[in-house]
Nanobody
């Protein structure tokens, strides 16, 4: 089970930090990702982290603005989002991929309920 928190509304240029708590302990080969979906659009890969070694991966759209990290002790994955833009407005989902890294949202096995991020002036 994946439970997200930390969404909200912010002005352009602002920051938000999303968190995802994972029940049970992920295997080192598992990948935890953040996937977002804006109204009327398909789900879009944002960022991912390999649970064991901590390798991180980002979409070109967010690279340099977003940072994904994990805390093994609390089994939590964070997404620090800086310099937010209106185009970042979406529902953000935490998702688990048991087969490793994929940039395709359809490859992720388990999903949280989602948290809304709205960027508007």
């Amino acid at each position: 089970q994946l439970v997200e928190s930390g969404g909200g509304s912010v002005q352009p240029g602002g920051s938000l930090r999303l968190s995802c708590t994972v029940s049970g302990r992920p295997y080192s080969s598992h990948v935890l990702g953040w996937i977002r979906q804006a109204p009327g659009k398909e789900r879009e890969f944002v960022a991912a982290i390999r649970w064991g070694v901590g390798n991180t991966y980002y979409s070109n759209t967010v690279k340099g603005r977003f940072t994904i990290s994990r805390d093994g002790a609390s089994r939590t994955v964070h997404l620090q989002m800086n310099n937010l833009e209106p185009g970042d407005t979406a529902t953000y989902y935490c998702a688990l991929n048991r087969n490793g890294l994929s940039y395709s949202p359809s490859d992720y096995d388990d999903w949280g309920q989602g948290t809304q991020v709205t960027v508007s002036s």
